[in-house]
């Protein structure tokens, strides 16, 4: 047996909690504390440095010798620059562990190598990280030690965001601050913050470690270049929710372990659709702490996974022809004396405040349906987005029959007089319990679909931050309740004021509805007549973040300064260029060191079998009809090669902007799968132990 787990002790553990807080400081310390994380009252200096002190002291307790300030820069991972805690030696030679106020609230990372899109210059490279004490510090422990990790926003010297944090501390501003105006205008006087609510479930592939250290493309891209289909694939469907074999058992108790010291509910796990595809959700917390938790989750997968001899694969497609990742954002809006904005409750049709707040949530994804598909945009995400399995690219709301039959009373009278009543499941045996059907059914092929309480915002790629669709979430529901708190708090007659505004965004708005098959040709032409986008790749999408409307939209609620929304483009398509040069290289590389050599000794091989079969006297005409077969795949390779090479090193020499993104989109990637065809048909050929790398089958079946 394994050891046993004590959760409820285990939990939380290595975190500075409120409890840890409330135990440590001084009362009045920390009801300052306490005032700052509540109602965003400026942290006064003799206030942090208690508080640094009770954290240090605590720290090293837990064994940490270092802090850092752990922050999200625009590479789309973390980073972290560690400081020891020890302070200069005295005459002794002895030294002391502290941390000042001024270490906990402010860092100064040399930040000249982050991405900064330009609004940075390099001779001015300060960068700056502010601590977020609305997300708790934490211990995190690894066999290098125990290091304390504060959760901070990163800026430049003028204040401009370099970060994902910033901006989406910003949008939670907006959103609370224009969701209380709605609900005061509702009679509800006593809520004093809306938070929104974010619950992110993580997909992931875990494969060996040693077959994907023997996979240059995992090791240098994190997908696989090159791979025949294995002969048998997801079509049993066998593994979904399959029994997790004890291997990945073994693995998901000590991410769980990990997580669960760190503060993180995890809470669901099973198996995905994919072979070797897993799932993790926490339970939902507010938005900026949810954001880094997904980031401490997508961490602990590949450090745990590592101690076990396995290596978790983030990238949204690592597979080619098999399902490949993403991320759910449930995403709600909370009040602090527990009110879920979402909740429609029995009968929808008479929750006024309600069906106000979902029809601004219908303008506000359709206005913006082009800025939440950017959000989106990720290279890896284009394998998914619009293929047949994750959700399409085009952006649409699913209701579920109760709502959407609400919806389509008001369009058609302007009044909502009745909601269908949950229907009973009747299961036919007696022993079972009948239950209450949910109102919706689950549609899997939307991608921003109402369930339940909440929306689920179903197109994020699996190795991107969710701080980005939150930050436009949470923006773009702002400028609608804003819209609407605008109309509404004129209004002699509010009551009449309410109903015609309901009736007029359920009209204006209800092409962004949509509760049929997403994955189908036919939606795809609809959505066409609806004028709705329809963005199949990421550099289309980036465009989005310049438009009039968006630019109009961040500076009014203070998220995004047009220069900052510059940066952010133009980082994008560089990260694209970047990406798509490294899989170009990379595939060149695999190409003429391994495979084409391989091929080369299997087709001599061949030719000296036939040979000898030959002057045996027999019948060679089939090693002879595979050499063919083989050294024509062989030519058709050299020729894609050469070309991948020719576009690869054009488009590296061009300057880095769209420009030079569209030209990888259109001209390396086309390329790159030219090349794939003909190498993917000789790995189907090839004798196996010639084959330089393992087989997909290797990969996917063999953990
Ligand atoms: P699914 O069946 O899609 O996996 P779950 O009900 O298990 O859905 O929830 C998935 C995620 O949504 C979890 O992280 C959960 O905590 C979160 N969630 C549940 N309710 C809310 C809510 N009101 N707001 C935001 N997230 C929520
Ligand atoms: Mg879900």
Sequence with gaps: MSEKLNVTALFGANVFSDKVMEERLPKKVYKELRKTIDEGKDLDYMTAEVVAEAMKDWAVEKGATHYTHWFQPLTGFTAEK???????PDSKGSVLMEFSGKELIKGEPDASSFPSGGLRATFEARGYTAWDCTSPAFVREDDTGAILCVPTAFCSYTGEALDQKTPLLR??????????????????????????????????????????????????????????????????????????RQRIGSFMKDVNKELWKLGVSAKTQHNEVAPAQHELAPIYAQCNVAADHNQIIMETLKRVAENHGLQCLLHEKPFAGVNGSGKHNNWSLTTDDGINLLEPGKTPHENIQFLMVLTCMMRAVDRHADLLRESAADVGNDHRLGANEAPPAIIS??????????????????????SLKRETLHTGVKTL???????????????????????????????????????????????????????????????????????????????????????????????????????????????????????????????????????????????????????????????????????????????????????AGADASVPLGYLEQTTKLLAQTKETLEKLETVTDRAAMMESGREQAVYYHSEVFTAMEALRRPVDQLEMIVDKEEWPMPSYGDLLFEV
């Design 82 to 88: 560690h400081d020891s805690f020890i302070t200069a």
């Design 433 to 615: 319990p009948d239950f209450a059907k949910d109102t919706s059914d689950r549609n899997r092929t939307s991608p921003f679909a109402f369930t339940g309480n909440k929306f689920e915002f179903r197109m994020v790629g699996s190795r991107d931050s969710v701080a980005e669709c939150n930050v436009v979430l949470n923006t773009i529901v702002a400028e609608a309740f804003s819209d609407a708190c605008d109309i509404l708090e004129k209004a002699d007659d509010f009551d009449l004021a309410v109903h015609d505004l309901i009736k007029l965004y359920a009209n204006e708005h209800q092409r962004i509805v949509f509760n049929g098959n997403g994955y189908s040709e036919e939606w795809v032409e609809e959505a066409a007549r609806r004028g709705l986008p329809n963005i199949t790749s990421m550099v289309d999408a980036i465009p989005a973040l310049l438009n009039d409307s968006s630019v109009d939209l961040f500076g009014k609620f203070g998220v995004f300064t047009r220069a900052e929304l510059e940066s952010r483009a133009e980082i994008q398509y560089e990260s694209y260029s970047k990406a798509l040069n490294i899989e170009a290289r990379a595939m060149i590389d695999i190409a003429s060191k391994h495979i084409i050599p391989a091929v080369m000794r299997f087709a001599r091989n061949l030719a000296g079998t036939a040979n000898e079969i030959r002057q």
């Design 397 to 418: 709301i699913f209701l579920g029959e109760q709502l959407e039959d609400v919806l389509s009373q008001l369009i058609s009278t302007g009044m909502a007089t009745h």
């Design 171 to 244: 949008s939670m501003e907006a959103v609370q601050t224009q969701a209380l105006r709605l609900i005061r205008l509702f009679g509800n006087t006593t809520s004093k913050k809306v938070t929104p609510s974010v619950g992110v479930e993580q997909e992931y592939f875990i494969v060996d470690r040693e077959k994907y250290l023997k996979r240059k493309d995992l090791i240098f891209t994190g997908r696989t270049l090159f791979g025949a289909m294995p002969p048998k694939g997801q079509e049993l469907d066998d593994h979904y929710f399959g029994v997790i």
